[in-house]
């Protein structure tokens, strides 16, 4: 995503973006099968999962761009701040139920199922959204490639337009130095508090209800704000200190 995040953003402004994401959710199943073949017939190897996560990457490159800017074709321009705050509600609310089911399945049955659960779902999306007829079909922007790959990057109206450049850069520090729970939640789960992967399901249900909470909240505003922003910011920071003393006390 670091280095070919910018030619996924192109690429998924000249092209179809609901066929793109058709394309990369099942490519995303097809590995998450994979995986589950590899782990359920133990024949996985720690280089199999670097290949698998690496291929997952180069997927994400395109499926991302599409699915985030797929939201802007769906509603009006004065609908979008909600639909994106719901949008990000609706995949929290996944994260609460997935990761509580998903770790009491892997505790009683084995990581295995969970991945074929997984395929499975992902092939049963991709089959309903192409049954709706309602979705729009997106256009093809004019231009040569290389001007809209100088678009899609848009470094220099970034640096020009603070409305964009201050959160993108506190998305970075913040990406950059605390968005790493995904990392310290499973170690935390195993050593510090010596659980396994119903443990880390219950942490990652805690976490995604929160931010089901916040996303609501923030729908019910008419618009975002820069000062709930910041506020936001600091909170995050002041929950991974709590965190980071709570491991540490006695």
């Known amino acids: 995503m670091f280095v070919f995040g910018p030619l ?24 998450a099968g994979v995986f589950a073949v590899t782990v359920g017939t133990h024949s996985i190897r720690l280089w199999i999962v670097y290949l698998l996560a690496l291929a997952l990457g180069f997927v994400n490159v395109f499926d991302n761009p599409a699915r985030q800017s797929f939201i802007s074709e769906m509603v009006s321009a004065e609908d979008l701040p909600n639909a994106v705050n719901l949008n990000s509600v609706a995949m929290n609310m996944a994260r609460v139920l997935g990761a509580a089911l998903g770790g009491v399945i892997a505790a009683a049955i084995g990581l295995a199922l969970c991945f074929h659960r997984q395929r499975a779902l992902v092939r049963r999306g991709a089959g309903l959204a192409g049954r709706d007829a309602r979705l729009p079909s997106c256009s093809r922007p004019n231009g040569s490639a290389g001007r809209r790959n100088r678009s899609g990057r848009a470094l220099r109206y970034v640096r020009n337009t603070p409305e964009l450049f201050i959160p993108l850069l506190m998305i970075a520090v913040i990406g950059t130095l605390a968005w790493e729970f995904q990392v310290s939640l499973p170690l935390m789960a195993s050593k510090v508090f010596h659980g396994g992967a119903a443990s880390y399901g219950v942490m990652a249900s805690v976490m995604g209800g929160g931010a089901v909470v916040g996303g609501l909240i923030s729908a019910a505003r008419s618009r975002p704000r820069a000062r709930a922003l910041c506020l936001a910011a600091i909170g995050w920071g002041i929950a991974i200190l709590a965190a980071a003393g709570a491991q540490h006390a006695p």
Do not use: E, I
């Open 8 to 31: 996924g953003g192109v690429f998924a402004d000249r092209m179809d973006r609901r066929r793109v994401l058709y394309v990369t959710q099942t490519l995303s199943g097809l590995l």
